[in-house]
């Protein structure tokens, strides 16, 4: 597994606010997800590998040497000026990145169904990340680092998408780290999945083996659970619900208990509920 970003005992301080000694690995030519839920460090931990937060302490490592505009940087705010068009906007990044593709710009604004007349202010909120994403697109880079790029897109432009993300990091030699609340688009994008709770990394692991991993249990099956397996659990009117893992180590001590696939959803919502037992 070659590396691609390795954050390493990363302290940050803000008001009101910590990332806690975070270790994570994000290899090269992986799809990494960052999931968690809202105030969970996320956004600041993306900002803090693309250099806008400087860490108070550790380190961050890059396997091929962070320059600059061979990041691609897609975040929830659009950073061009709102009185720019479409059209000027390509004049102004062919004149920031030598290797910059007016042709492919224009033809992904297109799809994404951007004119070339349109100011960047008078885009729909959907638009504007669209607008992001065909920039970022358009220009050689080595790391794409996206917080919620899909917010605003219908399916069928997501879809398209997360293609392209696929596409980007299939030479394995480039890395994404990608944050979003639509965790089914992240099983079918992700490769390595961060789960962050209260500025702390709870599990860096390969999706794979992390949806093998866990499961639900539900209903009596789920009071028959030892302590040890659950990592959080819910009730409601028609009985208990538990995440578990190490779900072939209970498979193997209750062969008759029902174990049913866990979401990536369920894992994020269950780990929240385990923290405030």
Request: charged content about 30%; some cysteine.
């Amino acid at each position: 597994m070659a590396q691609g970003i390795s954050v390493r005992g990363l302290y940050k301080s803000f008001q009101g606010f910590q990332l806690k000694r975070v270790d994570a690995e994000m290899p090269r030519g992986y799809v990494t997800a960052v999931i968690g839920g809202n105030g969970a460090g996320k956004t600041s931990l993306l900002k803090c590998i693309i250099g806008s937060y400087v860490p108070d302490s550790g380190t961050i490592l890059f396997g091929v040497p962070r320059k600059p505009g061979r990041v691609g940087v897609v975040f929830d705010e659009c950073p061009y000026p709102p009185t720019m068009r479409v059209r000027d906007l390509s004049r102004t990044m062919s004149k920031i990145f030598d290797d910059w593709d007016a042709e492919r710009y224009e033809g992904l604004c297109r799809k994404y169904g951007i004119g070339p007349w349109f100011k960047v202010g008078a885009l729909s909120r959907g638009r504007r990340m669209r607008l992001q994403v065909a920039v970022m697109m358009s220009h050689g880079t080595d790391y794409l680092v996206l917080d919620e790029p899909t917010s605003g897109m219908d399916p069928e432009a997501r879809e398209e998408f997360l293609g392209m993300l696929r596409e980007y990091v299939s030479d394995e030699e480039r890395t994404v780290v990608i944050s979003s609340h639509q965790t089914s688009d992240l099983e079918k994008i992700a490769d390595q999945i961060v789960l962050m709770m209260d500025g702390k990394v709870v599990l860096c692991q390969d999706r794979i083996s992390l949806m093998e991993e866990y499961g639900l249990v539900r209903a009596s099956d789920a009071d028959r659970v030892p302590e040890k397996f659950v990592v959080g659990a819910s009730e409601s009117d028609f009985g208990r619900t538990a995440l578990v893992k190490d779900r072939k180590a209970l498979a193997d001590m209750f062969p008759d208990m029902a174990i049913d696939d866990a979401s990536l959803e369920d894992i994020v919502v269950y780990h929240m509920k385990g923290r405030r037992r």
